[in-house]
């Protein structure tokens, strides 16, 4: 598991324990982005998530723990919002696997 955030400094980042720092100007729309791993230029996975997804204020936007297909993680219904409390006050699981969507 790797955590991927803006600041590796957990007092500026609400306590996430960052892996990687990106160093440019990037944040991800709560009503709707695409999200995309690559390796190289041969692309691995993409979710693209839109308002049906879960937002819910101070949590993560989770995948079931037991969705591990990548077609899968496309559909809504299989995301839920970060429930486990961590660094100040959040919710979600950085750098652990998910548990189940209720």
Do not use: H, K, M
Not at 70 to 93: E, K
């Amino acid at each position: 598991y790797v955590v991927l955030g803006s600041f590796v400094d957990a007092r500026v980042n609400g306590g996430a324990p960052v892996d990687e720092e990106w160093r440019w100007q990037y944040s991800l729309s709560n009503s709707g982005d695409t999200i995309r791993l690559l390796a190289g230029t041969r692309e691995i996975d993409v979710v693209a998530y839109d308002p049906t997804f879960p937002d819910v204020e101070g949590a993560s936007l989770s995948l079931d723990g037991a969705t591990l297909d990548p077609s899968d993680n496309d559909d809504a219904t299989r995301w839920c919002p970060g429930s486990s409390p961590y660094g100040v006050g959040d919710l979600g699981t950085p750098g652990e696997a998910n548990p189940s969507c209720p």
